[in-house]
């Protein structure tokens, strides 16, 4: 059992499209993580955020967390193939991260 | 970074197999998770230092983690079973909550034949 669920799962766009990429959970967490996860690889951190309502920009990314703290967004413009990967939510709580279930994005050229 | 042996391991239904994890020098913290194919992964255990402080419900009695001095990490897994085929990612940190930051290796890829 996952205590993050992302919408949508599965994401297929073309280059220059914008999306937003969606991590809900009813549990508070002290912290939430976005990575990035490429086919035979670890996950890589992409951004940490910390408070209620907290936004961070990252070049064309761009990281919301929730007023709660269960939920967060993030919203890629101008998408690039080199945007493809799962995108995967992690929230903190206690001595755990708990990882959201993926959205797997394919950005077509 | 944090460096898993081996990538890949194909064994059979029933025999026991090893994962080894070694963390970034100095990170206190340490992670296991499980992944399978285009889903987020689920937590496993977790170290600080030689403790193992955490376990999921999913480790059945069949798993065990150790981190003899807070180095290297193993995952064992006796009698393996189909269900157990998965990437195994293991994490470390330097235990900076709530700035908490996962380095992972790439993972061990297990099938269970």
């Known amino acids: 059992t996952q205590l993050l669920e992302q919408s949508p799962q599965f994401l297929s766009i073309q280059e220059g499209e914008n999306l937003t990429v969606y991590c809900n959970s009813s549990s508070v967490f002290s912290s939430l993580q976005w990575y990035r996860q490429e086919p035979g690889e670890g996950p890589v951190l992409l951004v940490t955020?910390?408070?209620?309502?907290e936004v961070k920009k990252l070049k064309r990314l761009t990281f919301q967390f929730g007023d709660a703290r269960k939920d967060s967004s993030l919203h890629i413009t101008a998408a690039q193939p080199g945007d493809t990967g799962l995108y995967l939510c992690?929230?903190?709580?206690?001595?755990?991260?708990?990882f959201g279930t993926g959205t797997s994005l394919t950005v077509i050229p | 970074g944090v460096s898993q042996t081996p990538s890949n391991k194909v064994t059979e239904k029933g025999k026991y197999v090893e994962l080894r994890c070694d963390p970034i020098s100095g990170h206190t913290a340490l992670y296991w998770y499980r992944q399978s194919l285009g889903q987020g992964p689920e937590f496993l255990t977790y170290f600080q230092n030689e403790a193992q402080l955490e376990k999921s419900r999913l480790l059945s009695d069949r798993f065990s983690a150790e981190r003899p001095k807070g180095s290297f990490s193993t995952l064992e897994i006796q009698r393996t079973e189909q269900g157990d085929s998965a990437m195994y990612l293991c994490a470390s940190s330097l235990g900076y909550w709530p700035n908490e930051k996962l380095f992972f290796g790439s993972g061990t890829q297990l099938s269970v034949l």
């Open positions: 992690a929230g903190a709580t206690g001595n755990q991260f708990y």
């Open positions: 955020v910390v408070t209620g309502g």
